[in-house]
């Protein structure tokens, strides 16, 4: 494409100062204290998309945050791209073991980022990955080269399950009518290793709380003649794995697919040093699921994770206590083919039917959505295999990923087209984690790619 390297040479500067003042909004979705700031990132979202090149730019008011919606036909016969990401972020704590306070962005070097990386929340996840996408909009208007129609949908309540913007697509099927959903909210193996996510995995999210006795007790005078809830809390979660990590849930792998021998081998051939893996964490060990790779385990096997628990006496010293309750906030990643509804049900029906005579269980479902695995012959995988290769000068490998974009699925359902995940992070960038970064070389070589994409789409969908 024309002079794109020199277009991002001469724009750099400003490239990321915008995104700069775009992370330095807090929009933080789960806290209710952001409200104010959330609703002024979709405004700065609006006006970039408009500058950018956008014919229409709209505020879409939902039961929750806005969705920015923006668009640019040029003409009804050409192909539609359908650009999808998020302007909301996780929480930024822990505070404290920030290196630089989340919301005053910096760029500084890692060992991954030798020329740089913005950190900031937000800065990966999905601001900046976001944001590419815009800039290579404005890139293609500035220089007349946009090859085909192109609309936006900016939304605002990812981090907490995008249930507004399920309730937009299913209303809004003619307005976001497309021939490909681009979307850039994913990783990839490494800077000189480019790779494209062909697979999320889906998500079921509940917390339990179990009740024990009316009030918190004294731990002499009843310790070891009633039911504790926290001992029986840790026993019920420990007893879903087996001893070879494998979920005890009845009916929890009912439609699991098992990959084929070769399709695994296929999947072993990308690059993955575990020694580095394990350094990178500093763990001795991986552990997981008997019988699959760590690359098998965290992208194509379901999971259950607890990611959070509390109860009784956390504070300073002791207190000699028996809690009336406990709780629990308790994740399974899922695979294509496992319903996450279906999940849920089973999981609460478990629970419940494990707990003792004694204390009473509650499972109160969060969200979830399902997985997605896209194919590597569709023609919008092809184009942006081609734009990799342009610009990475190798192709790019297909990946599946353990991470979750609920909305993928909902898309293909309701829009009856392919997602292709075109994410520049990388899994060291810490997104959700302190110290989010986003590479800088990663936010100019998205802005790079992305036309191409465009370019190829137009040309292999004649
Ligand atoms: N962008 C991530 C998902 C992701 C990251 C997928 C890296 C693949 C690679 C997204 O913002 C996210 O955090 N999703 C949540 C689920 C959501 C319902 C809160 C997740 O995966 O935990
Ligand atoms: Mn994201
Ligand atoms: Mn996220």
């Given amino acids: 494409m024309n002079s794109i390297k020199n277009y991002i040479e001469n724009n750099k500067d400003r490239f990321l100062n915008e995104l700069v003042d775009l992370l330095k909004i807090p929009s933080v979705s789960a806290d209710s204290a952001f409200e104010k700031e959330v609703h002024a990132t979709a405004e700065m979202v609006k006006a970039q998309l408009e500058k950018a090149g956008c014919n229409t730019v709209e505020i879409c008011q939902t039961d929750g945050y806005p969705i920015v919606y923006g668009e640019k036909i040029i003409d009804a016969d050409l192909p539609t791209i359908l650009v999808y ?9 822990p505070i ?21 990386a913005i950190f900031a929340r937000g800065a990966c996840d999905d601001k900046g990955q976001m944001y590419m996408h815009v800039k290579a909009l404005e890139f293609m208007t500035a220089t007349n080269q946009l090859p085909c129609n192109v609309k936006f949908m900016i939304e605002g309540e990812e981090e907490v399950g995008s249930v507004n913007l399920g309730v937009f697509v299913k209303n809004n099927q ?42 918190d007790l004294h731990s002499g005078l009843y310790g070891g003649a009633v039911a504790n809830p926290i001992n029986v809390l840790t026993k019920m979660i420990a007893s879903l794995q087996d001893d070879n990590n494998h979920i005890n849930i009845p009916g929890f792998y009912d439609g699991v697919e098992e990959l084929s021998r070769e399709e695994r081998d296929e999947m072993a051939k990308a690059p993955f040093s575990l020694e580095n893996y394990k350094k990178a964490l500093d763990i001795d060990d991986v552990y997981g699921e008997k019988g699959y790779t760590t690359n098998e385990r965290n992208s194509i096997r379901p999971t259950l994770d607890v990611n959070g628990i509390w109860g009784g006496y956390t504070g300073e010293g002791a207190k000699t206590v028996i809690a009336s309750k406990a709780y629990a906030k308790i994740s399974m990643r899922l695979v294509p083919n496992q319903d996450w509804e279906t999940i849920t049900e089973l999981f609460k029906t478990h629970f419940e039917s494990i707990a003792p005579a004694g204390v009473t269980v509650k499972v109160t479902p969060h969200h979830g959505g399902q997985g997605y695995v896209t194919p590597t012959t ?17 192709k790019p490998i297909p990946q599946r990923s353990g991470g979750s974009i609920p909305i993928v699925a909902l898309f293909e359902e309701e829009l009856k087209s392919k997602t292709i995940l075109m994410g520049f992070g990388l899994d060291s960038d810490a997104i959700h984690s302190p110290n989010e970064h986003f590479g800088v070389f990663n936010y100019l070589k998205g802005i790079e790619t992305i036309p191409l994409f465009y370019k190829y789409f137009t040309e292999l969908s004649k």
């Fill in 85 to 93: 990401g998020h302007y909301d972020v996780q929480p930024a704590d």
């Fill in 378 to 394: 569709s023609v919008g995988y092809q184009a942006a295999s081609m734009a990799y290769n342009d610009t990475f000068g190798k």
């Fill in 96 to 116: 404290e073991l920030w290196t630089s306070p989340p919301f005053e962005p910096v760029i500084k070097t890692t060992d991954k980022h030798p020329e740089g």
């Fill in 174 to 215: 003619e307005k976001l009518k497309n021939d490909v959903i681009l979307i850039s909210d994913t990783g990839m193996i490494a800077n000189d290793i480019p790779s494209i996510t062909t697979g999320l995995r889906g998500l079921s999210y509940v917390e339990v709380e179990v009740t024990g006795p009316n009030r």
